[in-house]
């Protein structure tokens, strides 16, 4: 087995800049609805209930989303909104590349004392190009693009990439997705807040297993560039 201490590193908010995307095409749907006479308040109760119900199948990213927004609409007896929410799909999958404070500066540290894999959930063409359009690539010894976290996805990790759940560190902006499951899985676990995370991805956080609190990425810093292997202390 491996003996290097592990980081797996979320993208999406906690990398760079992703969820403002889609909140920004969700506020602009629901400005279009309610201009149509629609009531703002429903038409989150449905595209949210829409969401939930689609997630099992459609997954993550923008294809996911604006499928939701088409048959939101749909169900809401709206049809002129069907080339705007094409449109709209087109715009989040190629969004730009804003990194998160701290993570440019940080990454390569953590490179030369740890070993990353990047561990995004959507699909591979979407994740990808973004890793590929952030220049931070070649920090990443592996990458994975999975379809749901959960304590399964963690676990075939483990089998995979023969990890050691004692040198292991999940990080992350999303207690259902980066935490609770790898915390379940035997790995430590980095909470950093992002300050709009998605509804669905909010959880409280297990009082199992350990976690650290950070505020930004920066911080990564004063935990993970030593040459020290196992738990933080």
Known sequence: MSTTRTLLIDADDTLWENNIYFERVA????????????????????????EQRNIQ??????????????ETAQALGVTDLEPWIQQ????????????MPGVAE????????????LVTKGFPDEQLGKLQRSGLAGYFSATEVVFEKSIATYRQLIAKYE????????????????INPAKAAGFGTVFIP?????QHEVEEITPDGETLLL???AQLANHFTTQSIGKVK
């Open 88 to 99: 709209q799909e087109q715009t989040i999958f190629h969004h730009p590349i804003e990194l």
């Open 163 to 178: 990890l050691v759940p004692a040198q292991t560190w999940m990080v992350g902006n999303s207690p259902r997705s980066d």
């Open 215 to 217: 505020e930004n990425f």
């Open 194 to 198: 992002y300050h709009s995370t998605w």
């Open 27 to 50: 506020g602009e749907f629901f400005h279009r609805l309610s201009a149509g006479g629609i009531p703002e308040p429903r038409a989150q109760e449905v595209l949210w209930q829409t």
């Open 106 to 117: 940080t990454l390569p540290a953590l490179h030369e004392h740890n070993r990353l894999i």
């Open 57 to 70: 199948i459609t997954g993550y990213g923008s294809r996911a989303f604006c499928a939701s927004l088409h």
